[in-house]
């Protein structure tokens, strides 16, 4: 009989762990007493350092098949996106009772979705091409210098991610396996070092403004010089993949909470942006009492306790199921329209239009006689 491969759950659970990150990076960013260079900044430029570059790898790791990528990138990645657009324009709209409707704009963290779909319906052509993972490193190392890389359709996130996807692509079980060989007083080395730079990044270079990690605008419009933005880059890609690498070696490859989050991760990414709309207008205490002190206990236990809060309830079953039903439910109906009305109405038209033509050439062969 042959051996049954048992499955490695570290890739879930530092999915689960980004995932769990990213509400504690919204959050800390909109709890009310944010600066560059206090605890604050030092979460969340280490969090903006890696977590969506682990996610990209981890993307790109499960798209070894190009054609499959391919077939279910509408329904995976486009749809919900489509969706969210106008979702989160009656979010904004019942919250602030106005909101504009941007079509060439992701809202909110939705350009994951769109860069995802993009990489992965152009994948099948774009990894026959010689050298392209050089060209997107490249790209990305310049692309703070280019100026029409910005916000519009995301396109300065999706060419800045690229290469991670790219890494996680190339990246085979045997890389990981030799990635996985960290001693223990090794990890703590690399994650002091690691947390040692963030510390650095928040106090020492506050001229880098917390804005500039999300890789979304050209160095220039935030006031950083072309050559720093391009060092700067250089810096992240190093620190993106220490941290995935570290990451690798300490969190367990067995099924855990984690892991389940990580299996999870939609309704969570989705709906604590929800939560985040809130905090915007009302502020993170709800106007439920006083916001505590600036780097109080107090003050990260709100925060760090309210994004736990978001991972645990949207991530659960209820929610899970509540989300599938909705968007699945809702791309049903669409296909079902696009095949039986959509499709069926070209296709009167074609026969209209063919059956005219016919008619014509009937019409000229009777005139020749």
Not at 337 to 361: R, Y
Request: hydrophobic letters at 50%; charged letters at 15%.
């Amino acid at each position: 009989m042959g051996e049954i491969k048992q499955r490695d759950y570290v890739f879930d659970t530092l999915r689960g762990l980004c995932m769990w990150s990213i509400p504690i990076s919204h959050f800390t960013r909109m709890a009310g007493h944010f600066s560059h260079d206090s605890l604050s900044g030092i979460v969340y430029i280490t969090i903006n350092v890696f977590v969506m570059q682990a996610f990209m790898f981890l993307s790109g790791y499960f798209s070894k098949k190009p054609e499959k990528s391919r077939t279910i990138a509408f329904k995976t990645f486009l749809w919900p996106y489509i969706l969210s657009i106008f979702f989160f324009y009656g979010i904004r709209t019942l919250l602030w009772g106005h909101a504009t409707l941007y079509l060439d704009r992701p809202p909110f963290a939705m350009w994951f979705m769109l860069a995802l779909f993009l990489y992965k319906v152009f994948q099948k052509n774009y990894v026959k091409i010689p050298h392209f993972f050089a060209i997107t490193f490249v790209l990305y190392l310049f692309a703070g210098c280019i100026p029409f890389l910005t916000e519009f359709l995301s396109l300065g996130r999706i060419v800045s991610y690229f290469p991670f996807f790219f890494l996680g692509y190339y990246c085979t079980p045997e890389h990981i396996s030799k990635i996985k060989c960290l001693k223990r007083w090794q990890c703590w080395l690399l994650g002091i070092v690691l947390t040692g730079i963030s510390v650095y990044l928040a106090f020492g270079l506050k001229e880098i403004p917390v804005e500039w990690y999300l890789l979304r605008r050209p160095g220039a419009e935030i006031g950083v010089m072309w050559y720093t933005d391009v060092l700067m880059r250089l810096l992240l890609v190093v620190l993106g993949c220490a941290w995935i690498v570290l990451m690798f070696n300490v969190l367990p490859g067995k099924d855990n909470y984690l892991a389940y989050v990580g299996r999870n991760t939609m309704p969570v990414y989705i709906f604590h942006l929800v939560v985040r709309q809130w905090i915007k207008k009302h502020g993170i205490t709800m106007g439920l009492f006083m916001l505590p002190e600036a780097d109080s206990v107090l003050y990260y236990v709100l925060i760090f306790g309210l994004a736990s809060l978001c991972v645990v309830v949207f991530s659960s079953k209820p929610v899970s199921r509540f989300y599938d039903f909705v968007v699945d439910g809702l791309y049903s109906v669409f296909m079902w329209m696009m095949n039986h009305i959509v499709l069926g109405f070209f296709c009167a038209v074609e026969k209209t239009l063919v059956g005219c033509g016919l008619g014509i050439v009937r019409l000229l062969e009777r005139q020749k006689q």
